[in-house]
Structure formats: C-alpha cells, structure tokens
C-alpha cells in the first residue's frame, strides 16, 4: 500500500535550517505531482510548496520563497523540503502529499503523519 514517511522535523533556533525528507512507497514516485503542507497548533492547513513529476517545475508559497527549496530524488522515492531562515511562527506539523498541487489540495491522494518542526530559542 501507498506510504508516506515524513522525516527531519526538530527543534531548530530562528533563522536556522532543516531539511525534512518524505520516504515514499506502494507506487510509481515518478509519477506524481507531490506536494508540502503545514499546520500550526489551532491553524489551518497551509501550502507550502510542490513539484512537478519530473522535478523541473516547482511552486512556492508566498511565505516561503526564497527560503525554501523543494526537490525530489526520484531514483530515491524521496521528496525533500530545505528549510532555511525559520521564523517561530514556521513552527508546524509538515506533511508531504501525493498527487496534488498546494492549490489542488482536495485531490490529494495520500498523505503522510507529518513531521514536527519547532522554532524556538
């Protein structure tokens, strides 16, 4: 069966960087838009970032760009999200989605559990 298995989340000081990565399986990886999203505590969802099947097309969040980078290693089955310059109100579960675009999130086919990401000092 399909599996999404999200990774990297921590505590990370403001202005700090993380690299979150999202193991996938159960399907052809290569074949799908995969997406990143996010919510904070009493929040809703938020898009943050995705990616084209491919790898060559990519879409940011206004909130992110120029911070974020989304990539995906196909030979790997892995979609990573690179995280610099967090700010505390960046602190969220982050989820990776498959089949989806951050503005099509309702066709979403699968999603992860999330990966903590805590933004303190």
């Known amino acids: 069966q399909v599996q999404l298995v999200e990774s990297g989340g921590g505590l990370v000081q403001p202005g700090g960087s993380l690299r979150l990565s999202c193991a996938a399986s159960?399907?052809?990886?290569?074949?799908?838009?995969m997406s990143w999203f996010r919510q904070a505590p009493g929040k809703g969802l938020e898009g943050v970032s995705d990616?084209?099947?491919?790898?060559?097309?990519?879409y940011y969040a206004d909130s992110v760009k120029g911070r974020f980078t989304i990539s995906r290693d196909n030979a790997k089955n892995t979609l990573y999200l690179q995280m610099n310059s967090l700010k505390p109100e960046e602190a969220a579960l982050y989820y990776c989605?498959?089949?989806?675009?951050?503005?099509?999130?309702?066709?979403?086919?699968?999603w992860g559990r999330g990966t903590q990401v805590t933004v303190a000092s």
């Open positions: 159960g399907f052809t990886f290569s074949r799908y838009y």
């Open positions: 990616i084209n099947s491919g790898g060559s097309s990519t």
């Open positions: 989605a498959r089949g989806c675009t951050i503005a099509t999130r309702l066709r979403c086919a699968d």
